[in-house]
């Protein structure tokens, strides 16, 4: 009899002890391009307060999200910030540092402050995401990233609907859509996952936790997707199904013939005055209203199912169409990325000219997967390069 009021003190003192830690944590947001277009938007629309505030909500709920009650299951962070300044691109995080473009908040179209909130989830993520010891591919960091940002509730409308994408770790929303396929499969797939990418990682996480390699669950995943529109289908053909069995209306019994939608009266069923003949009452007069419902019936049963069935077909191959569109042009959009991303390929000779030979000087930051520093080409355009820890030998360009 006492177990429910222990369960309730044991709740109560684990959300105490959460909120305990989350004040440990501490949040801080400044806004260094106050002064341009994009910075003064940004005190207007979203400010600082509510910037700090951000910060520390996306926190708790990734905390939640990755199952870590316990600061010791985390990341050992102290402090996360947030810089708003004017850069290009949309954000950037470098270890617990969040950096917000001005010009974006500036240029962008629609609900600002919603759009900022849910750009501050994905960047917090990666805050306390681990990264399998950097050895996570980029595409799964970044879907994990999403993942948070789909489950806060601030996908944004531009985001590819479930089932498209060309490959399970594309990246961001694509990956998303298919962890949240995964974490329906077996609640708190992503907290484990995420868990176990603590020490390291390989594709063989999915098949630990899930029990089929990440390339079938990739499979199933898009037939999963592929078989929705028919459920509409198959429920309204239940409706004719059931009218297999007799039918009575005005004391005249009607059932289904076998493969014929029409309702025919039923001569197994007696009638209720053998006395007079088929088809009269007393008093001789013919029965119209018996007869009128046999017509309306039997004409508007097979014309609804039937508009049932081509409504079925028709919406079926609008989502199709729609779906193969928003593939092509998806398929049209990466190619324009893989041009501009070869655009950028830059030598490492120039790439030291315009960093200074990564001077201190120019550094920006420093992350999980290495530094980040600021360069000026010959041209003028200004760049970031991150510079990849001592276990990879590569440089790019973000």
């Known amino acids: 009899m006492k177990q429910p009021h222990v369960a309730t ?25 106050s002064n341009t277009p994009g910075g003064q938007r940004f005190d207007q629309a979203v400010g600082l307060d509510y910037a700090k505030r951000v910060l520390s909500d996306a926190s708790t709920f990734i905390w939640n999200t990755f199952n870590q009650p316990s600061p010791d299951d985390r990341k050992p962070v102290d402090k996360v910030t947030l810089v708003v300044e004017d850069i290009d691109g949309v954000a950037f995080t470098s270890a617990n540092g969040i950096h917000l473009s001005a010009k974006y908040v500036g240029g962008y179209s629609g609900d600002v402050k ?59 929303d694509v990956t998303a859509r298919f962890l949240d396929y995964c974490d329906s499969l077996k609640p708190g797939f992503v ?14 996480f999915f098949a630990q936790i899930l029990g089929k390699s990440v390339q079938q669950l990739w499979q199933d995943y898009k037939a999963a997707i592929d078989k929705d529109c028919w459920h509409w289908f198959i429920n309204h053909r239940q409706v004719h199904q059931e009218f297999t069995q007799p039918l009575c209306l005005n004391n005249g019994c009607f059932q289904s013939t076998v493969g014929d939608d029409n309702l025919v009266p039923d001569d197994t069923t007696p009638s209720q005055n053998n006395s007079k003949p088929s088809g009269s009452v007393p008093g001789g007069t013919t029965p119209r209203h018996n007869n009128s419902y046999l017509i309306i019936l039997s004409i508007a049963i097979p014309v609804g199912i039937t508009l049932c069935l081509i409504s079925a077909i028709v919406i079926c191959a609008l989502r199709r169409t729609t779906r193969s569109r928003q593939q092509t042009l998806s398929c049209a959009a990466y190619s324009e ?62």
Not at 359 to 371: I, M, R, S, Y
């Open 337 to 398: 990325d893989i041009e501009e991303i070869q655009a950028l390929l830059l030598d490492a000779v120039v790439i030291r000219a315009a960093t200074d030979n990564f001077d201190e000087v120019n550094k920006l930051g420093e992350g999980g997967f290495g530094q980040v520093y600021k360069g000026l080409l010959p041209d003028g355009l200004e760049i970031a390069v991150k510079r990849l820890s001592k276990e990879s030998s590569k440089e790019y360009v973000s």
């Open 9 to 33: 003190v044991a709740s109560l003192l684990a959300l105490a002890a959460a909120a305990t830690t989350a004040a440990a944590v501490t949040f801080d947001a400044t806004n260094s391009a």
């Open 114 to 172: 919603k759009e900022v909130t849910g750009v501050l989830y994905h960047e917090v993520t990666h805050v306390w995401q681990w990264n399998g010891q950097g050895r996570a591919n980029g595409g799964l960091i970044e879907g994990i990233a999403d993942y948070v940002q789909l489950k806060a509730g601030y996908a944004p409308g531009s985001w590819v609907l479930p089932g498209q994408g060309r490959r399970w770790d594309q990246g961001y």
């Open 191 to 204: 907290a484990q996952l995420n868990a176990k990418m603590k020490d390291g990682y390989t594709d063989d």
